[in-house]
């Protein structure tokens, strides 16, 4: 049977760990991908090393499973986006409607770089942790997006991608069960203590979820999530 092989969109985040965990449950091979834009948690590099350098304690045959980890340089889209995920500003709505922590096209953009590096590694399966459930409203996250950007990826590089998305339809207390079903309190710890969500990249405070300001909109999905699962399970 051919090996089959992944390249994950890895930030270090909560979503991206289970997704990742998620998907050394199914492939032979993962590969990770991780992007410096400049954004204000850059502390989330540091978060996704930790976490990459850990999973693997979770189940052993994950380690033989969990491949490259990939780095690309993207600090001129933090340049050009102006927004409050890549520069001192304050986390507010804008008239458009969405927050201002809304960076546009990144994750079309993560993408494109993901299948260019994929193609060059003749990868097909690209995995990322959008999700359009308890989330910021992004456009770049919802499934129609990312069906019509495999779409185009498939049709400029001549070759057919698929787009995995496991947490599109998963509420923020559904991916901490799934943590669990997948790594049991062993994964649940390790995303509470390893990953990164706070937009602010505040690491000075530790909650029963993990670290983080506690009131950016990342923090409070973060938050809301881990105390429905919590109750949902006692
Ligand atoms: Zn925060």
């Known amino acids: ?26 492939f032979d091979r993962v590969e990770t991908l991780g992007f410096d834009y400049g954004q204000r ?13 850990r999973l693997t304690s979770i189940k052993p045959e994950w380690a033989g499973r969990l491949a490259d ?47 260019a590096v994929a193609y060059r590694r003749g990868i097909t399966s690209l995995i990322g942790g959008m999700c359009e459930t308890d989330y910021s409203g992004y456009p770049d996250c919802r499934k129609m997006t990312l ?37 049991s309190e062993a994964l649940v710890e390790l995303i509470i203590e390893y990953t990164h969500t706070c937009y602010l990249g505040d690491r000075s405070k530790r909650h029963a979820w993990g670290y983080g300001c506690g009131v950016c909109p990342a923090c409070e999905l973060r938050a809301k999530g881990y105390e429905e699962w919590r109750a949902d399970v006692n």
């Open 1 to 26: 049977m051919a090996t089959t092989t992944a390249l994950l969109l890895f930030s270090g985040g909560q979503d991206s760990t289970v997704c990742l965990s998620w998907a050394l449950e199914r």
């Open 41 to 53: 948690h850059r502390i989330e590099l540091e978060a996704r090393k930790d976490v990459l350098s």
């Open 69 to 115: 980890d990939h780095e690309i340089q993207l600090t001129e889209l933090g340049r050009i986006s102006e927004t409050a995920l890549t520069r001192d500003a304050e986390i507010v709505m804008t008239s458009s409607g969405l927050p201002s922590t809304f960076v546009p096209g990144r994750n079309i953009i993560f993408l494109t770089y993901a299948a």
């Open 147 to 183: 069906d019509s950007l495999a779409q185009t990826l498939s049709l400029g590089m001549d070759q057919t991608f698929t787009i995995e998305t496991p947490l599109m339809f998963t509420s923020k207390a559904a991916t901490w069960k799934l943590a669990h079903e997948l790594g």
